[in-house]
C-alpha cells in the first residue's frame, strides 16, 4: 500500500508539469493512478473560474493565433513593399483560418507585385468565399479591368498606318483590409454596434472588416447577462474578440417580435428613446412594462407585459397600415429651418410631420436663405422626402451703401439749396430797405445755379433711393425642393421608392 501511495504522488507530479519519475511503477500502481488522475481531471476543470476558463478559450485556438501571427508578418512586408512575401504569408494565415479577407489582402499583395494574373485569380477565390461580400461589386469591376490589361482587344489595323498603344484602364488605388473575429461563450450571442437602437449586427462567432474607427460592441444572449467591449479596428490588424458571458439569474428576458422588421421598441417611456428595432431580444428587470411598437407607415402599438424573474417570454406585435402620410424635410444644411404645413407650424427640420392624405401646401423657411414653397401631394402611408437645396438671400450691403449716398446727395441738396434761398431772401431785404439793386447783381445768377445745383441733388438723392428700396427688397433664386415619394406602408419589411421629381419654390 505504500508502494501504491508513492506512485500515485508520482502521477500528480507528472500532471502538473515536473519530470518522469526514472522508475517504471508496477502495473497495480499504474492503474490505481490513472485512475485518480482521471477523476482529478474533471474536477479541476469544473472548479475553472469565468476567467479562467475564457483564457483557455482563446488559448486553445492555435490556428487563430497562428493565422494573427501570419497576417500581422504578411502586413509588415507589406509595409516594406516586399509584396511576394506578404501574399505568402498571408496565404499561411488562410490555411490556418479560411477567413476570405486573406485571399483579399493576397490578391493586392500579387497586384503590387506586378502579378496580375495572381491577383484576379485570388480576387475571385475572395469573391467565390464571400460572394455577398460589401465590396464584391468594386472587386468585379477590378477583375474586369485587370483581365482587359491582360488581354487588350485587338486594334483594326490600316495599311501604312502608325498604330498607337492600346489605352489600358488605369486601375484605382487599393490597400489591403483588417480583419475582426468575434467569438463568444455561448455561441449565438446577438451581436450590436455602438448602441441595439442600431439593429441587430450579427451572431456570433462573427468575422469580417469594419471601418477603422474605435466602436462598441455588446453581446447578448438568452440567460446571460449582456457584455460590452470597446475595440478599434485597423486595416493593418486582426483584433480577435472573445467575450464569456455570464449566467443571469434575476432578470427576464424578452424577445418582441413583430409583422414589421425594423420596427422602433420603446420601454416604459418614448423620451427617452428606442431601446432597440424589432425583433428585439434583451433582459429587462422583473415586474410590469409598458412596450411601444412604432414604425412609419404603421399605427403605434401600445402593450402591457409582465417580466418574470429568469424567465424568458416572447411578445408577437402585430403592426397595421397607418391612415396617413408623412412629410419629411431633411437635406443638407436642413437643420434648424422652421416647416410650416397648410399655414400652420410643424416642425424643425430635419423632422417628419403625419399629415391627411391630400394635397398640401408646405413653406420651408432659414435664416439667411430665400424660402421653399410648394404644393405636396401625400398618399395614404406613404412618405414624402423633401430635400431643400438652399439658395443664399443676397446681401443687404450694397443696399445700406446706396441709401447711405442718398443720405449724402439729399443732404447736400438741402445745403445748396439754402444757399440758393439765402442769396434770395438777401436780395428781398435789400430791396425792402430802399437799396437799389439792379440785374448785374451777382446774387442773382449765384442764386439761380445754386437752385440748379440743388435740384441735381435731389434728383440724383431720388434715384439712389429708389435703388436703394429696390435691393432691400430684392432677393437671389428660388430655393428648391427634390422631391421622393416612399410607399412605406404597404408590405411588412418592403420599401418601394418611387420617382423624383424637382418643385420650385415661390415666395
Known amino acids: 500500500m505504500p508502494n501504491v501511495t508513492l506512485n500515485l504522488m508520482k502521477v500528480r507530479g507528472v500532471s502538473r508539469g515536473s519530470a518522469v519519475p526514472s522508475r517504471v511503477p508496477g502495473r497495480l500502481s499504474l492503474v490505481v493512478g490513472a485512475f485518480v488522475l482521471a477523476g482529478l481531471l474533471p474536477a479541476r476543470a469544473g472548479a475553472q473560474t469565468p476567467a479562467a476558463a475564457a483564457t483557455a478559450a482563446t488559448t486553445q485556438d492555435i490556428d487563430l493565433q497562428v493565422a494573427k501571427t501570419e497576417f500581422e508578418n504578411a502586413q509588415t512586408l507589406f509595409i516594406k513593399e516586399q509584396f511576394d512575401d506578404a501574399a505568402a504569408h498571408f496565404l499561411a494565415a488562410f490555411a490556418r483560418k479560411p477567413y476570405p479577407a486573406f485571399l483579399f489582402n493576397a490578391a493586392v499583395s500579387f497586384e503590387k507585385a506586378k502579378k496580375l494574373e495572381k491577383a484576379a485569380e485570388f480576387f475571385e477565390k475572395y469573391l467565390e468565399r464571400d460572394p455577398n461580400a460589401p465590396d464584391a461589386a468594386a472587386v468585379r469591376t477590378r477583375i474586369d479591368a485587370i483581365k482587359t490589361i491582360l488581354s487588350p482587344p485587338p486594334s483594326p489595323v490600316t495599311p501604312g498606318a502608325v498604330v498607337p498603344p492600346p489605352v489600358m484602364p488605369a486601375l484605382p488605388a487599393i490597400e489591403t483590409k483588417g480583419l475582426v473575429v468575434i467569438e463568444s461563450k455561448p455561441q ?41 467591449r470597446s475595440i478599434s479596428p485597423r486595416s493593418d490588424k486582426l483584433v480577435d474578440v472573445y467575450i464569456a458571458l455570464s449566467e443571469e439569474h434575476f432578470l427576464g428576458w424578452i424577445e418582441i417580435v413583430s409583422n414589421v422588421p425594423g420596427a422602433e421598441v420603446y420601454l416604459d417611456r418614448k423620451d427617452i428613446g428606442a431601446i432597440g428595432k424589432t425583433p428585439f431580444t434583451g433582459h429587462v428587470k422583473p415586474g410590469k412594462h ?44 436642413a437643420y434648424g429651418a422652421s416647416v410650416t404645413i397648410d399655414k400652420k407650424a410643424a416642425c424643425v427640420a430635419p423632422c417628419r410631420s403625419e399629415v391627411m392624405p391630400g394635397l398640401h401646401r408646405v413653406l420651408v423657411q432659414k435664416a439667411g436663405f430665400e424660402d421653399y414653397e410648394g404644393d405636396l401631394r401625400v398618399d395614404r402611408g406613404a412618405e414624402t422626402v423633401v430635400e431643400v437645396g438652399w439658395s443664399p438671400k443676397p446681401s443687404k450691403r450694397a443696399a445700406w451703401t446706396t441709401a447711405a449716398l442718398a443720405a449724402a446727395f ?97 415666395f
Open 188 to 228: 449565438g450571442a446577438t451581436i450590436y454596434l455602438d448602441s441595439k437602437t442600431n439593429g441587430v449586427f450579427a451572431k456570433t462567432p462573427w468575422q469580417g472588416s469594419l471601418e477603422s474607427k474605435p466602436v462598441k460592441l455588446i453581446l447578448e444572449a438568452k440567460g446571460f447577462k449582456p457584455e460590452e
Open 290 to 333: 409598458t412596450i411601444f411598437v412604432e414604425r412609419i407607415g404603421y399605427k403605434p402599438i401600445q402593450q402591457e407585459i409582465e417580466v418574470q424573474p429568469g424567465t424568458a417570454t416572447q411578445h408577437m406585435v402585430s403592426l397595421e397600415k397607418g391612415d396617413n402620410g408623412w412629410v419629411n424635410v431633411s437635406g443638407r444644411g
Open 410 to 506: 439729399l443732404g447736400s441738396g438741402l445745403y445748396v439749396g439754402s444757399l440758393s434761398n439765402k442769396n434770395l431772401d438777401d436780395v428781398h431785404s435789400d430791396i425792402g430797405a430802399g437799396r437799389g439793386v439792379d440785374s448785374a447783381d451777382p446774387r442773382f445768377s449765384r442764386g439761380k445755379w445754386e437752385a440748379v445745383g440743388a435740384d441735381v441733388l435731389y434728383g440724383i438723392a431720388a434715384l439712389l433711393a429708389v435703388s436703394s428700396v429696390v435691393s432691400f427688397f430684392s432677393h437671389g433664386p428660388d430655393s428648391v425642393g427634390a422631391v421622393d415619394q416612399r410607399q412605406v406602408g404597404f408590405a411588412p419589411g418592403v420599401s418601394a421608392d418611387g420617382a423624383g421629381v424637382s418643385a420650385w419654390g415661390r
